[in-house]
């Protein structure tokens, strides 16, 4: 072997070491990552665990995913959540009067959480979602994009829809035998929209809006 031969040898072992490579989540099982087609995903050759998937459309399914979620969210703020009717007397109550309860009987750390938590975090999580997305559904990139997709990645784990409608049921069932509680078009708006958010983290391909940003640039 001559030491020209020796010498691309080895820079081809170089090269091949440095390629990046991605583990199962499930199995830790390393894999060389390729480029998927539109609707294909790729799957851990041990356990069958999905590695990844290339959504048909990723950036402008989950554009219209998160306009569909800005609208129920603000619906479900608006519009009556709740109609308790106790002796007689009927009362609608909203997303906030919980938070304006618990403010008014000293509870102020924990209103604020859930105002955070159900009301904050989902917006702004929404907001910096389209703020990333319409731009880049147009082939613009936005200012701060970097910046801009941390935060909205950071408050997923913040908008906690799931645990405001558990705490939700145990009080519906705890006041069933009390109350008659009737469920208003705010509360409807409140389930879709955990759905459409659910369908969101689903769809959402960071991988993809980084591809665009990189072939904008």
Same mark, same amino acid.
């Given at each position: 072997?001559?030491?020209?031969?020796?010498?691309?040898?080895?820079?081809?072992?170089?090269?091949?070491?440095?390629?990046?490579?991605?583990?199962?989540?499930?199995?830790?099982?390393?894999?060389?990552?390729?480029?998927l087609?539109?609707?294909?995903?790729?799957?851990?050759?041990?356990?069958?665990?999905?590695?990844?998937?290339?959504?048909?459309?990723? &950036?402008?399914? #989950?554009?219209? %995913? *998160?306009? $569909?979620?800005?609208? =129920?969210?603000?619906?479900?703020? @608006? !519009? /009556?959540?709740?109609?308790?009717?106790?002796?007689?007397?009927?009362?609608?109550?909203?997303?906030?009067?919980?938070?304006?309860?618990?403010?008014?009987?000293?509870?102020?750390?924990?209103?604020l959480? &859930?105002l955070? #938590?159900?009301? %904050? *975090?989902? $917006?702004?999580?929404? =907001?910096?979602?389209?703020?990333? @997305? !319409? /731009?880049?559904?147009?082939?613009?990139?936005?200012?701060?994009?970097a910046?801009?997709?941390?935060?909205?990645?950071?408050?997923?784990?913040?908008?906690?829809?799931?645990?405001?409608?558990?705490?939700?049921l145990?009080?519906?069932?705890?006041?069933?035998?009390?109350?008659?509680?009737?469920?208003?078009?705010?509360?409807?708006?409140?389930?879709?929209?955990?759905?459409?958010?659910?369908?969101?983290?689903?769809?959402?391909?960071?991988?993809?809006?980084?591809?665009?940003?990189?072939?904008?640039?």
């Amino acid at each position: 072997m001559t030491r020209s031969s020796a010498e691309a040898g080895s820079t081809g072992r170089t090269c091949d070491s440095l390629r990046p490579v991605i583990a199962c989540e499930f199995c830790d099982l390393l894999h060389r990552p390729r480029q998927l087609r539109p609707g294909e995903k790729a799957k851990c050759s041990r356990c069958g665990g999905v590695l990844a998937r290339q959504s048909r459309n990723p &950036i402008e399914g #989950t554009l219209a %995913l *998160a306009l $569909a979620a800005l609208v =129920l969210l603000v619906m479900a703020n @608006v !519009f /009556p959540f709740l109609e308790i009717s106790l002796e007689g007397q009927v009362s609608e109550n909203h997303i906030v009067t919980g938070v304006i309860g618990l403010w008014q009987g000293g509870a102020q750390a924990l209103a604020l959480l &859930i105002l955070f #938590t159900t009301v %904050l *975090a989902p $917006a702004l999580r929404i =907001l910096g979602l389209l703020y990333v @997305v !319409f /731009p880049l559904s147009l082939w613009r990139v936005p200012p701060g994009v970097a910046g801009a997709l941390r935060f909205q990645e950071a408050l997923v784990s913040w908008a906690m829809l799931d645990v405001y409608m558990l705490a939700l049921l145990v009080i519906l069932i705890k006041m069933m035998g009390m109350a008659r509680i009737q469920l208003e078009t705010g509360a409807y708006c409140f389930v879709v929209l955990f759905i459409v958010l659910t369908l969101v983290s689903a769809f959402y391909d960071r991988e993809a809006l980084w591809d665009r940003v990189e072939a904008l640039r």
